[in-house]
């Protein structure tokens, strides 16, 4: 589905990206906690989230997160939205809540991507109480 | 639809079974933060969260939400399932994460249109 | 055989005590360097996320902030948080996804789900922890150079 047919679908304000309106995209996903996040394996999924502030832009870049749906009417600040254009992440706003932009997409077919299982973790391990270093 | 109906639908589980099934959902809210949930979720609405701490429980007294799914399948907290139980609040699981679990309570509110 | 003495890169960083808009930062600069060095999307990312969540880790609980080392080897990148806060007091029970201490301030801005320290581990090939509680706290992570998948044949080869 294109970006700009999302803009439509959920009268979204177009924030930064405007020439990324043809970008075609699979899969997204809604958190608005930013470890949620961070705990997805897969790049290229749409972030749907309702945090405005300026580490779900960090945490988009360090994900390769194509675009961000910005829902429930808030605004970023206008720094935040600055520091997204420098970081070439999109994003666009809408007034729906989560639950009927969630629902809008679903409905027009797009889904979660597959996430990468992460290995099973690590060696090393804990050491409790010991002092650092 | 009841909540009763919506959890057969949906193939959800139940978490507790002092809940009062019989209740209207009014639509669906989707929301990890506490203080939006607060602030814009509906009276009768159906709260999809990945949030698992007690806290949830009050907030869904509060609002007087029709009950809680918790998504990706995320397990409660001993004292969430408590005090749920205490406040008769349903609390339900869903196998399915936020976006298509919200995407199918979707599908079917509008599907009984 | 190459000597092994020194890494091919190392940052260090100190960062700002409880300063939540600044945490982030050091995550940001480490994936501009990775990526001029020409480290696979991969292990750039698992880096990026340990470098976030251990910096978001300090800024939420460090009143004296912390530091943050990477140092970039031919076969493994290490990163070491170290911070003189209130420490861990029971680091099971810290590990474990969706267990939570950030503080009220936090979680209502969407801080704090409790996944920092797991989402550090899972993205780790080694993972060490070490906490006093009143005395600080010291996270070590190694991810392995040698985990890079295949890339897209469209992208051009990258190292790792």
Known sequence: MKVKEIVRLVNAKVLTGEDKLDYDFQCAYAADLLSDVLALTKEKTVLITGATNSQVIRVAEILDIPMIILVRGKLPSPETIEFAKKLNIPIIATSLTMFETCGLLYSKGIRPCKNHPLHKLSEGGVKKNEGKG | MNLKNLVKELNLQLLHPEANLEREVTGGYVSDLLSDVIANAPEGSIWITIQKHSNIIAVAVLKSLAGIILTGKIMPEKETLEKARKERIPLISSQDNSFITAGKIYKLFSQNK | ?160
Not at chain 3, 6 to 19: E, G, I
Not at chain 3, 51 to 70: D, P, Q, R, S
Not at chain 3, 88 to 107: C, E, F, H, R, V
């Open chain 3, 1 to 160: 055989m190459k000597g092994k003495d020194n890494p091919q890169l190392k940052l260090a960083f100190k960062t700002d005590p409880l300063d939540i808009s600044k945490a982030g930062e050091v995550s940001t600069r480490v994936r501009r360097e990775l990526q001029k060095l020409n480290i696979c999307p991969e292990v750039t990312r698992k880096v990026s996320i340990i470098c976030f969540e251990g910096e978001m880790n300090i800024a939420l609980h460090a009143e004296k902030g912390g530091t943050v080392v990477i140092e970039v080897w031919s076969e493994k990148i290490d990163i070491l948080f170290e911070d003189s806060g209130p420490g861990i007091k029971d680091i099971n029970l810290a590990l474990l996804p969706g267990y939570s201490t950030a503080p009220q301030w936090a979680i209502e801005l969407g801080f704090g789900a409790g996944m920092g320290l797991y989402n550090m581990q899972r993205n780790s090939d080694f993972f060490e922890i070490s906490s006093e509680p009143g005395k600080g706290t010291r996270v070590y992570s190694r991810v392995s150079r040698f985990k890079c998948r295949e890339e897209s044949i469209n992208e051009p080869k990258k190292s790792c």
